[in-house]
């Protein structure tokens, strides 16, 4: 299967009406590129091994939509576009029904062109819409959904072995502790530096049969090395409902059982009910999110670890690991060590 790509040259302020008018013709699912910066609340729910860096913002952005093109060079379209072509008065035989039973109607790919441009013009005559330039591409047939296949590869931290299923574990590697995870597009895999920080610190505390607690679990990879080396039962929270269906899968691929981990969605920072179902007792608690999170996230850390536990954080770039060593002490912790690795830090407090 090949796409044609509209790439559509734009302001920020004129996003959401542009892709709005352009639904209308039939065109879904807008790819945005722009520099807005995050809000407060977005860096606050990305729960991930690193903030994305950001330019300044122009207040310039790219809308691509992408559409299908058939074996004849014909492209695709939901039938929301018969009523535009009906408009324009271009030929609606054109058309067909899907495996579905959906019927999509058949476009040329200059005509969809003209019918964008015209859209465009129209929201000119009340809005400043920049450039408002369209550009078209075409894209060979790719897996999107398996396509980051291709950068994550098996690596090992110390005696453990990061596999993905799709590779097999060479013989040199077999007497090694093994982890298999495929944590999809949106989680991560365990090979940034803030990730491995923490795997280390893990295997620096952890005993046999400790409760651990894992904030923004994603994939599950920190809770279920927890398990592989000796921990009894970890809960995991996160934003994402995508989390759960993902540790669930790599739990079963370890051979682990559900029941070893309990997932939590909600905030551990701000939401009561989920500050309760998470409870306290934790032998050792994860935070491998970012040092702006970490710091409002240490009053709940501390509550939750049990009196001789530990608490692990990264995330962390190294010059703010003071920041986030200021925010465990003042919860009553004694800190431990701050481990660096490359930008990285990782601070890890007792109580």
């Known amino acids: 299967m090949k796409w044609v790509k509209y790439r559509i040259k734009t302001t920020t302020e004129a996003e959401d009406i542009v892709i709005s008018s352009l639904y209308d013709i039939g065109l879904d699912g807008a790819q945005i590129e722009d520099k807005i910066p995050l809000t407060t609340m977005e860096k606050e729910q990305m729960f991930v091994d690193i903030l994305p860096e950001t330019e300044a913002d122009d207040g310039i952005a790219y809308l691509n939509f992408f559409v299908e093109e058939g074996e004849d060079g014909k492209l695709l379209l939901d039938d929301r576009s018969k009523e535009v072509k009906k408009k324009v008065g271009e030929d609606l035989s054109y058309s067909l029904y899907t495996d579905d039973g959906t019927e999509k109607i058949i476009w040329d790919r200059n005509e969809l062109l003209d019918a ?143 029941d070893k981990f309990d997932f939590i969605l909600g905030n551990l920072i701000t939401e009561k009910d989920v500050q309760s179902k998470v409870g306290t007792g934790y032998d050792i608690v994860f935070a491998n999110i970012l040092a702006e999170v970490l710091v409002p996230l240490m009053p709940a850390a501390a509550k939750a670890v049990k009196e001789g536990g530990v608490v692990i954080t ?23 060590s701050i481990d660096t690795q490359g930008e990285w830090a990782s601070v890890t407090a007792k109580r």
Request: aromatic share 6%; with cysteine.
């Open 116 to 258: 964008i441009k015209d859209a465009l013009s129209e929201i000119k005559e009340w809005m400043d819409i920049g450039e408002g330039t369209v550009e078209i591409d075409t894209t060979e047939d790719i897996d999107w959904l398996n396509n980051w296949k291709n950068y994550f590869h098996q690596f090992v931290i110390d005696d453990l072995l990061i596999t993905p299923s799709w590779e097999e574990i060479k013989e040199e590697d077999k007497d090694k502790k093994v982890l298999h995870i495929d944590p999809g597009t949106a989680f991560g895999t365990g090979m940034h530096e803030t990730t491995q920080l923490c795997i280390k610190a893990l295997k620096k505390y952890i005993h046999d049969g400790d409760k651990i607690l894992d904030v923004g679990t994603g994939s599950g990879i920190l809770g279920i090395i927890g398990l592989l080396y000796g921990a009894g039962h970890v809960v995991g929270t996160d934003l994402d409902p995508c989390a759960e269906p993902a540790v669930a899968e790599n739990l079963e691929m370890n051979g682990l059982s559900l």
């Open 314 to 336: 990264s995330g962390i770039l190294k010059e703010k690991s003071q920041m986030v060593a200021d925010a465990m002490v003042k919860e009553g912790l004694t800190i431990l």
